[in-house]
């Protein structure tokens, strides 16, 4: 199973500096969350293992949000393209390329704007702070059908 790691470096190998195309750590939360949102409800599976979690500004992965912290903020270096081809499925790449056709057009504050919106980063907020894959799959099956 692909780690929220690969995911992440999927996403960041799509970004280009050079045309003002750029992911933050916040962006990149929010991209990543999505991405196995939609995954769940779609494919019926989930795209990596790692807990998310409601925190103030919005879905948050802690292991993926440690490795970027530093770059508060700013951008994240991209990442070459890598061959993802041995990390995904066709089916969660082409889930992937959706995510972030839809998704990567957006800025960080809209997609935490929008992620405030939701119902399981809400219901997580006043609950235990987990967003639970339940929860996902119920709010995401709603986008698709």
């Keep these: 199973m692909p780690t929220c790691f690969d995911v992440a470096n999927y996403f960041l190998s799509k970004t280009d500096p050079d045309v ?37 500004h919005g879905p948050v992965v802690p292991d993926l949000y440690h490795v970027y912290k530093d770059h508060k903020s700013g951008a994240i270096p991209p990442v070459p393209s890598h061959s993802a081809d041995d990390k995904f499925s066709k089916d969660q790449l082409e889930l992937l390329e959706d995510v972030y056709a839809v998704y990567g057009q957006f800025s960080a504050w809209k997609l935490r704007n929008m992620t405030h919106e939701e119902a399981p980063w809400l219901d997580a907020m006043e609950d235990d ?11 995401f099956k709603t986008l698709i059908d």
């Design 129 to 139: 702070k987990i967003i639970r894959s339940a929860a996902m799959v119920k709010f």
């Design 20 to 56: 003002g195309e750029i992911i933050s750590n916040l962006k990149l939360q929010k991209l990543v969350y999505y991405a196995q949102g939609f995954a769940l409800a779609a494919l019926g599976e989930p795209l990596f293992e790692e807990r998310i979690e409601a925190w103030e």
